[in-house]
């Protein structure tokens, strides 16, 4: 099946904010875990998961709709310290949300219904699992004070 070029290259431009978000995750967690957050790397190392999942269902359509995936990351936000983290974190996924809801809606008028139902469940999760988390992450720095979250992300 060929898919709209319009819809090809916007999934190809997707991709590379997963890739992006996965890659800046992967070492966010790394980073992390050197400074014995295990608590806050595990759950950064289960977003990379999650980002990679996205990246490999963005492939696959891509390839159904005999397109050629562009396996070319997005820049990295690499952040300093722990708030550096989650908040270059969160602007990844706040991009990757504004994308998202602009690719759905380029399916719906190309008709690409298939496309639109499989970021649906991206964009939740985008939402309502990633962002949400780190919004919640940084309101608790706030409310307990660095030193004190961070103790708390020590195992």
């Not at 219904?113 to 919640?136: G, N």
Request: hydrophobic letters at 45%; charged letters at 25%; glycine letters at 6%.
């Amino acid at each position: 099946m060929q898919g709209h070029p319009a819809v090809l290259d916007a999934l190809n431009a997707l991709l590379a904010g997963e890739l992006a978000a996965r890659d800046q995750y992967f070492i966010h967690a790394r980073m992390l875990q050197d400074w014995g957050y295990d608590r806050l790397a595990a759950r950064l190392a289960h977003e990379m998961e999650d980002e990679t999942g996205h990246a490999d269902a963005l492939i696959k359509r891509i390839l159904m709709l005999g397109g050629r995936p562009h396996m070319v990351p997005g820049p990295l936000n690499v952040g300093e310290d722990v708030p550096g983290i989650l908040a270059s974190d969160l602007a990844v996924e706040h991009s990757v949300i504004r994308h998202l809801r602009e690719v759905i809606a380029l399916c719906e008028r190309e008709r690409d219904y298939v496309t639109r139902d499989l970021l649906l469940p991206m964009l939740e999760d985008t939402e309502e699992d990633h962002a949400h988390w780190l919004e919640q992450q940084l309101r608790l720095v706030q409310a307990l004070g660095l030193q004190n979250y961070l103790q708390s992300q020590m195992s």
